[in-house]
């Protein structure tokens, strides 16, 4: 599957801060790549239920099922990386106050998604309640026929209420929340968002549609040993403690932390320099036989 990634593009993009920080972006893929990615768009015996109507199929168990018979491989390793790299330097500011000299991140979840023509929606959520470790959001609209779909609606808490306290109040978020921005849906488009506790979002119903919508996604990842430096606990024991809405203390300590994080930034980098943090940074693409890490960004031709 042929195609070019247009970093010079990425290059250029600035983060929005309001109401989390987030980048969009049109035609990072030329034509040519999203034919493809059509063209070889897995079976439906590939898919597994996500939430209702929304169905998802995880690449790397997909490659290694086909092994040589899908392009997807070559693209996995030619183009992924870059693309990935280039937009999560977009975020490179808030990254190192997190996660400080940390050069390391992977691809915890690469998937592809469909969904149906009546597909009903998702209702407001965030996914550091489940993943800390998680950093940023990747998702790339595939199709053309897009009439009747909704793009992704970024959420903020409602004024007057305090955004540690409602980040706490797990999956209660509904009356807490009101909508900012919505990215509609649109052939070609991605919009990548800095993971955090308040990173809020929800995707609407959709109306009228004729067709499916089709999403290319990832998931980026640092290593599970940050959710013991930074939560003083292992991964299931964040998850037990943020199952649920609650008040207690010591979540409240998180959240307050983690939020004053993401507001205390203040986009400063250039785009030269975020690019130079870009190059020191590697990529994991967990595949049992395509081994090592992917190459960093500087080995990669800068389109025109």
Avoid at 23 to 42: I, Y
Avoid at 68 to 87: D, H
Avoid at 134 to 149: E, F, N, R, S
Wanted: charged content about 25%.
């Amino acid at each position: 599957m042929a195609g070019k990634v247009d970093l010079s593009q990425i290059k250029a993009l600035a983060p929005e801060v309001d109401p989390f920080p987030y980048v969009v972006a049109e035609g990072l893929l030329d034509e040519e790549a999203l034919r493809g990615m059509r063209r070889n768009w897995p079976g439906e015996g590939y898919f597994r239920g996500e939430i209702p109507g929304n169905y998802i199929c995880g690449m790397v168990p997909f490659i290694e099922d086909v092994k040589g018979q899908s392009p997807w491989r070559g693209w996995t390793a030619g183009s992924v990386p870059s693309l990935v790299i280039g937009l999560l330097s977009r975020f490179a500011e808030w990254l190192e106050v997190r996660f400080p000299g940390e050069r390391g991140y992977y691809l915890s979840n690469y998937s592809l998604m469909q969904s149906k023509g009546d597909y009903g929606g998702h209702d407001v959520h965030t996914h550091h309640y489940h993943d800390p470790q998680w950093v940023m959001t990747i998702l790339m609209y595939l199709d053309p026929q897009a009439v009747g779909h909704s793009g992704t609606t970024l959420m903020r808490v409602r004024a007057g209420m305090d955004e540690a306290a409602v980040a706490a109040q797990t999956l209660d978020w509904q009356d807490r929340t009101e909508d900012v921005v919505t990215v509609p849906y649109a052939f070609g488009r991605c919009l990548a968002f800095l993971e955090n506790p308040v990173s809020f979002h929800r995707v609407k119903p959709s109306v009228g549609a004729l067709f499916g919508r089709r999403i290319l996604r990832f998931h980026v990842a640092t290593g599970i040993q940050h959710i013991e430096r930074l939560y003083g606990t292992d991964l299931a024991g964040y998850q037990k403690a943020r199952n649920y809405p609650t008040n207690d203390e010591r979540v409240l300590g998180w959240m307050r932390r983690d939020v004053e994080q993401v507001r205390s930034v203040k986009p400063w980098m250039s785009a030269e320099q975020r690019w130079e943090w870009a190059r020191k940074i590697e990529l994991g693409i967990q595949m049992r036989d395509w081994s090592g890490v992917a190459p960093p960004i500087a080995g990669t031709e800068v389109a025109a």
